[in-house]
């Protein structure tokens, strides 16, 4: 009798979960099969879900891959996450490593002030930031949108670090400055190796972040030479009085590809930086 | 751990220093800069020279009319799409901690949205949602719901709509990843606990459940909310603000104001009031989680 119950409620929980699959996966199967049909129609009347087979075909995705912007594209959107991911890895588990073990005058109040200002959203500091940018002579130039990335990331970033430089036991941090060692080997040979999966799961939330941002690039950056992709996805969209919808999506479909693979192969470091912050509160 | 020697007091300070430096510049400065800014008159043509005008600027903002409409617009946006991510992606999780098998494929499917970026996923919605658009032709032709192609990124309470349902289409997933964790970790005797009391699942639900997360519903509250107010892309790719700027919300109005007339005192003071609210909102939600027994 229970069985049958407990049988019954686990069909329904795969239902739901089935069509909650469907309603997430929807948008994006549309997206892909918009880009695998001809580029002729605006819109497609009537519009169908999948392209019909014979009509299906790739002209959209040779547009793309044969224009050099494409790739420039591609080449900074690289240039400037990488770069980002890395020096933000670098000067957070540093910080993370002096304000989780050390104490100094001012900690509490340097560490409550770098985490307040993740309360305000991002986009709201533009204009200063934009005024910034003009005086340091970053507007329109590829490299200048790294220190902006890095600067936005740091908080978060240190705050997840900084909870496993915690957890680090005192006892081998101790040994080792008993035989010797400074502080900075005991931080490049213990304390990073150690946190590594800490540095690695809030690494891949950096790379999403540069590699997806749009208001702030969108704004500092003219030349379409030197736009990443959200920018030239974007610009695709508003550059003639009727969009290419198939040219939009065929090159959202590759902007995609690297993000996904990043992410079902760090899989597992996702959900554990995305967890160590919410559950201890 | 103390600072014994002075070489290891430097190398602590040079291991501070570059992401205190970067930090200080790009984003503190910033934040001081726009408060200061916020009293002063600034705009396009007077870049030089910024003298103190006081609370003009706050006074120009909370007298314009479309300030208020954007203003709600943002309420509006957080206050359907917040409670919507947490209620679906606290359901999904409990479906996913009830199963065995291919729990990890359902949750790498349920975290796409989340993954896809803001531009794709806008213009994804914009491009379903238009006029001529797939769902237009599935309500006119395929179910006969409505004789006429519907309108929908043309009125403010349609197009802002459009941008919500993607927003919860999109958050859903971090929800779900966040409170599945939270899910994990009640321990399994209290269930056992509540069973023997002759609980059923729904009271199990709020009397164990919902109480044992409780810190994870707070983060996940004030994190949403922050994203609610930071929405931006979605807005200026499906609407850009159209019609009139009644589909704009904070954010997009005062990169508008910004940008687009060169009133950046205006943009200045539009921002801080923003960030008090959320800051005012964050403590009010602190303070309500802290009292009440869920």
Redesign the interface.
């Given at each position: 009798m229970r069985s049958k119950r407990n049988q019954r409620a686990n069909l329904l929980r795969y239902l739901l979960l089935l069509a909650g699959a469907v309603l997430c996966t929807l948008p994006m199967i549309y997206m892909i099969s918009t880009s695998l049909r001809p580029n002729g129609a605006l819109y497609e009347f009537p519009p169908r879900f999948f392209p019909r087979l014979s009509a299906v075909t790739l002209e959209n995705y040779q547009y793309i891959l044969t224009q050099s912007k494409f790739y420039i594209n591609f080449l900074n959107s690289v240039l400037v996450s990488v770069s980002s991911v890395a020096l933000a890895a670098g000067v957070s588990s540093a910080m993370a490593f002096v304000i989780g073990k050390f104490n100094f005058p001012g900690k509490r109040l340097l560490f409550g002030f770098i985490i307040l200002t993740m309360i305000i959203p991002g986009t709201t500091m533009i204009v200063p930031q934009f005024e910034l940018a003009t005086k340091l002579g970053l507007v329109n130039k590829l490299w200048g949108l790294i220190p902006f990335y890095v600067a936005w990331v740091i908080p978060f970033s240190t705050f997840m670090i900084k909870g496993f430089m915690e957890g680090i036991p005192n006892e081998i941090t101790e040994a080792t400055y008993i035989d010797g060692a400074s502080v900075m080997t005991v931080f490049l040979r213990i304390a990073l190796p150690l946190a590594a999966p800490a540095i690695a799961s809030v690494s891949i939330f950096n790379f999403l972040t540069a590699w997806e941002e749009y208001p702030w690039a969108n704004t500092v950056i003219n030349d379409t030479s030197l736009r990443t992709l959200p920018i030239a996805i974007a610009g695709f969209f508003g550059q003639h009085q009727f969009t290419q919808w198939g040219y939009v999506f065929a090159m959202s479909v590759l902007t995609l590809i690297p993000v996904i693979i990043v992410f079902i192969t760090c899989q597992k470091f996702f959900v554990q930086g995305l967890t160590a912050g919410s559950v201890k509160g | 751990?103390?600072?014994r020697s002075r070489?290891?007091r430097f190398?602590?300070a040079?291991?501070?220093a570059?992401?205190?430096i970067?930090?200080g510049?790009?984003?503190?400065?910033?934040?001081f800069?726009?408060l200061w800014?916020s009293f002063c008159d600034w705009q396009l043509g007077s870049m030089l020279q910024q003298p103190w005008i006081g609370l003009a600027n706050y006074q120009d903002v909370l007298s314009d009319s479309t300030f208020w409409t954007v203003f709600v617009n943002s309420i509006v946006y957080t206050l359907v799409t917040v409670p919507g991510q947490m209620l679906i992606g606290l359901f999904?999780a409990v479906?996913?901690n009830?199963?065995r098998r291919?729990s990890?494929g359902?949750?790498?499917?349920?975290?796409?949205?989340v993954?896809?970026?803001?531009?794709?996923?806008s213009?994804?919605?914009r491009?379903?949602f238009?006029t001529?658009?797939?769902l237009n032709?599935v309500l006119t032709?395929g179910l006969g719901i409505t004789s006429q192609n519907v309108r929908w990124l043309d009125t403010r309470w349609s197009g802002l709509s459009v941008a919500m349902i993607l927003g919860i289409?999109k958050g859903?997933?971090?929800n779900m990843?966040?409170f599945l964790?939270?899910l994990q970790?009640v321990p399994a005797d209290l269930y056992e606990a509540a069973e023997i009391d002759g609980c059923g699942a729904w009271k199990k639900f709020c009397n164990v459940t919902l109480p044992s997360i409780r810190?994870?519903i707070?983060?996940?509250l004030?994190m949403l909310t922050?994203?609610g107010?930071?929405v931006?892309?979605s807005i200026?790719?499906i609407t850009g603000g159209k019609p009139a700027h009644q589909t704009d919300t904070l954010?997009t109005w005062?990169?508008h104001k910004?940008?687009s007339t060169g009133k950046?005192g205006y943009?200045?003071a539009l921002?801080f009031i923003?960030?008090l609210t959320?800051?005012l909102l964050?403590i009010v939600q602190i303070k309500a989680m802290k009292n009440k027994d869920l």
């Open positions: - | 751990m103390e600072m070489s290891n190398q602590l040079a291991l501070l570059p992401g205190l970067v930090f510049t790009f984003t503190a400065y910033p934040i800069r726009l800014t999904v479906l996913l009830g199963i291919f990890v359902f949750r790498v499917i349920n975290y796409l949205p993954i896809t970026s803001w531009v794709i996923a213009l994804v919605f491009y379903i238009n001529e658009g797939l032709y032709k289409w859903v997933g971090w990843v966040v964790a939270a970790q810190s994870t707070l983060f996940a004030i922050i994203g107010f930071n931006f892309t200026k790719m954010l005062m990169y910004a940008f950046f943009a200045a921002s923003m960030a959320l800051g964050a």
